[in-house]
């Protein structure tokens, strides 16, 4: 049974595929010593490394959610996403609805929370 939280970023959900779309995210998947290079020359700041460091100890994965999520079509029980779908325009709104379509299986859920 997959789930999946999107634009998770400091509250990753436990036993989810949790996805954020930051700048960190994209450092992360970089080699360790690139991360500690950029620190060392001062374009990475102390808190985005500890954000990094927080991404790869809770297993947060980068993912463009307008244009995909990475799961299989029809896999996914759940997509859950809070304070997210109001930061996007219409067309990246509609990409991402679009794609939760496309990975939830039939009889699956969509949660989104705003305020």
């Not at 789930?3 to 994209?26: A, E, F, K």
């Amino acid at each position: 049974m997959t789930r999946v939280n999107i634009g998770c970023g400091r509250t990753p959900t436990p036993g989810w595929h949790n996805y954020d779309n930051s700048l960190s995210l994209r450092i992360a998947r970089l080699p360790y010593f690139a991360e500690k290079a950029l620190l060392s020359v001062g374009l990475l700041q102390p808190s985005q490394a500890s954000y990094i460091a927080f991404c790869r100890e809770n297993q947060i994965k980068f993912a463009d959610a307008t244009r995909i999520i990475p799961e299989p079509s029809g896999s996914v029980e759940v997509v859950y996403s809070s304070h997210m779908v109001e930061h996007l325009g219409r067309e990246e709104a509609q990409g991402f609805f679009v794609e939760a379509l496309r990975v939830l299986r039939p009889g699956g859920g969509y949660s989104h929370r705003c305020s």
